[in-house]
């Protein structure tokens, strides 16, 4: 049997690089191990469910955030063996199939706290076993870039010393795809050039703070909005959220890693090797991760959304679409229901996927008349459909709209 990798090469719009750099871990990872990487089967994201060539083992350490046909999130073709080193979802409730093929696949490496106590709701044997990016080797060549800024959090501004401010570089890990030239793997390496030179990195993006951290770089991390998503691997590297900004330490040391390191790159070389006797490394990686507060499954979207409704006018439209069926517009459903039970789901609209969501078939954008979607809030709900949905509300003078997935910056008139 072949070993696999995941890559995106179905893509359109804005792009996070940060998805390519965590396909570059298991690459590093292949390379660990002594497995040739010329000999890797690369199966494209949405191709997991309908995969049919030589059978193959696949690290699962991504997040999926998607649903694919049946409203299922894993059950990938009977053609992939699963490896699930650091798996990380969204929605709290798990289809009956999914709860089986995830136990069939025992034991479950979970990237944080939340997806590990999905496991333990539904009685699957699970550990947290974090980040693989936190695997990279360090750099060893003499770093003089200065200090680099990778999505820099706006509340942040007001904080950054000023002697500081004169030798920051202002970056992003977040690019339209007609910017970019090539392969986007290709593209990823030459931007990490980039960030391996600085002295310094200023990020709220996790997936520049651990691959920085596992090199060797000085990092401060810090998000307006806590994230789930750190839930664990805050053990490894302070999150600043907005609350904490001032009491950022802004000359941080380069932190000491390799020991935890060498203890993730043990467990997932075994467990690619199909070697699940890992309980002693299992009880290592829960010394290093009971300090975490586990209770902080905060999911920042939701919060944003939170506050977004609070702050829009009583007399606004009483029914909403969701558009983009993922597991992002099940906790939307889920909070309108709660929370705004008088507001009903009229549509749902999905470019893909042709499903029966919460009663309502989807459909395209096309198919729902205009003025039944100006008589509605539309919540966008993956940040894929965004670049549709901006065209579309725009050529149709549509304004009651949020974009749940960029946590709040890109809202229509929403009446406020």
């Not at 990092?219 to 998503?229: E, H, L, P, Q, T």
Request: proline fraction near 4%; hydrophobic fraction near 40%; include cysteine.
């Amino acid at each position: 049997m072949r070993y696999a990798n995941l890559k995106y090469g179905r893509r359109n719009g804005r792009i996070n690089i940060g998805d390519d750099i965590q396909i570059l871990a298991i690459e590093n990872l292949y390379r660990h191990a002594g497995i040739e990487y010329e000999d890797v089967v690369r199966i494209e994201l949405s191709d997991l469910w309908t995969y049919d060539g030589e059978p193959v083992i696949l690290p699962i350490s991504f997040p999926i955030i998607s649903y694919h046909s049946d409203l299922n999130i894993t059950c990938f073709s009977p053609k992939i063996h699963p490896v699930f080193l650091a798996l990380s979802i969204l929605s709290p409730e798990l289809s009956t199939d999914d709860v089986a093929y995830l136990k069939q696949y025992e034991p479950i490496g979970c990237r944080e706290f939340h997806t590990y106590r999905i496991m333990q709701k539904y009685g699957i044997d699970a550990y947290l076993f974090g980040c693989m990016t936190l695997t990279f080797p360090c750099v060893t060549h003499a770093r003089t870039g200065g200090i680099i800024c990778v999505d820099f959090p706006e509340g942040l501004k007001t904080y950054l010393p000023q002697e500081y401010r004169g030798r920051c570089q202002f970056l992003s890990n977040a690019f339209d795809i007609r910017d970019v030239e090539g392969d986007v793997e290709v593209f990823t390496k030459k931007i990490w050039e980039i960030y391996e030179q600085a002295e310094l990195i200023i990020t709220s993006r996790m997936h520049v703070a651990l691959p920085c951290i596992a090199k060797g770089i000085p990092v401060i991390f810090a998000k307006d909005r806590y994230s789930y998503r750190f839930n664990g691997i805050d053990c490894i590297v302070k999150v600043y959220s907005e609350g904490e900004y001032a009491d950022i330490d802004w000359t941080p040391e380069r932190k000491e890693i390799q020991t935890v390191k060498e203890l993730l790159l043990s467990v997932a070389q075994k467990r690619i090797q199909l070697n699940d006797q890992i309980s002693e490394e299992r009880a290592l990686l829960q010394r290093i991760y009971v300090k975490a507060d586990a209770g902080k499954d905060r999911v920042e979207n939701m919060e944003a959304l939170e506050e977004f409704m609070e702050k829009r006018s009583a007399d606004g439209h009483r029914q909403y679409v969701i558009w983009s069926v993922t597991q992002t517009a099940e906790l939307v459903y889920r909070f309108m229901q709660e929370h705004y039970g008088d507001m009903c789901l009229c549509d749902v609209i999905d470019k893909y996927k042709r499903v029966r969501y919460h009663g309502i078939d989807s459909k395209a954008c096309e198919d729902v008349p205009i003025d039944k979607m100006k008589d509605a809030l539309v919540l966008v709900c993956s940040d894929a459909a965004i670049p549709d949905a901006q065209r579309y509300f725009m050529e149709n003078a549509i304004t009651d709209y949020y974009f749940v997935c960029l946590n709040g910056m890109a809202i229509g008139n929403c009446n406020t």
